[in-house]
């Protein structure tokens, strides 16, 4: 009976506990919003909006904003190179939606030995129509025209004509070009001929020196969707609490690139409770 009690007073502490960490987590948060101004905080909740819109509905053009040396943290798993992160964040997060707070600015994130963030020398190009083929700018001088096979007539004069009627439609397209691919800009090679005026819409940085990081946290949770086995349900669902971190450096939503992603899992009052009761249990 009394080892009962025990428990029950270990489970209210323990929720207690954990009920005064989030209590000191959110008013951390609200001390250091006091430190940044009104356009970083609009600019850290529109990073947070591009990033989860990004990850759910258009992850396949996650790999342009990561950068090469990007690092991931998964509820513990540690995930790192670009390639590496990019194809386990579109494997494991295709189901998985995010229900978090707005993003807000914070000074320093990260808890690992392996939460670095390490920038690149150079620069990342980022293509700025990563939904469409990259606009292409060529002059007329830089076609050619095909030539036309002339319809028999009885007047020379009617054919030449129809020849220079046939030719002033065609020129101005890409029709003779070779065959180009419907990637991003800033993975377009022309395949041949001189394209020197070609027009590629990329985002480099505008300052010469090292970037700036940013970091954002946001906390709420992620809810995770699997196909279920029961015949009368289609799927399963379920929501695991977590503190979103990221570290990037931007100019704007066009111009990130990612250095950093943490998913932390949460619930701390688990392990305390646990704790708890193992400090509680009456030995024999």
């Keep these: 009976m009394l080892s009962d009690n025990n428990r029950k007073l270990s489970f209210l502490a323990a929720k207690a506990q954990g009920a005064q960490v989030l209590f000191a987590t959110k008013r951390l948060i609200s001390i250091n919003e006091m430190d940044f101004t009104e ?20 992850r396949n053009t996650v790999k342009y904003y990561l950068s ?26 295709s189901s998985v939606k995010h229900f978090m707070s707005v993003a807000v600015p914070v000074k320093k994130i990260g808890f690992r030995d392996t939460h670095i963030v390490n920038i690149p020398k150079e620069p990342k190009k980022i293509p700025i ?11 007329r001088s830089q076609t050619k025209t095909p030539k036309k096979q002339t319809d028999p007539s009885t007047s020379s004069s009617n054919s030449k004509d129809r020849e220079r ?23 377009f090679k022309p395949s041949g001929g001189d394209f020197s005026d070609i027009d590629l ?6 300052s010469d020196g090292p970037p700036k990081v940013k970091y954002v946290m946001a906390e709420g949770a992620v809810e995770f969707h699997r196909p279920s086995i029961k015949k009368l349900q289609t799927e399963t669902k379920w929501k695991r609490p977590c503190k979103l971190s990221i570290a990037y450096s931007s100019t704007n939503c066009n111009d990130c690139t990612i250095y950093l992603i943490i998913y932390e899992g949460n619930v701390k009052c688990r392990r305390n409770l646990m704790k708890e009761f193992e400090a509680e249990e009456p030995e024999n």
């Excluded at 790192?80 to 494997?91: A, D, I, P, Q, R």
């Design 165 to 187: 009627d046939k030719e002033r439609g065609q020129g101005d397209g890409l029709h003779n070009l070779p065959d180009l691919p419907l990637s991003p800009a800033k993975r």
């Design 129 to 139: 129509g990563l939904m469409s083929p990259p606009r292409i700018t060529i002059t």
């Design 201 to 206: 819409e990329t985002v480099e940085g505008e």
């Design 39 to 58: 356009a970083q905080r609009n600019e850290a909740r529109t990073f947070g909006e591009f990033y989860i819109d990004m990850m759910e509905n258009y």
């Design 68 to 93: 090469q040396d990007v690092i991931l943290d998964w509820f513990g798993q540690t995930v790192k190179g670009e390639k590496t992160v990019s194809l386990f964040l579109k494997k494991n997060l």
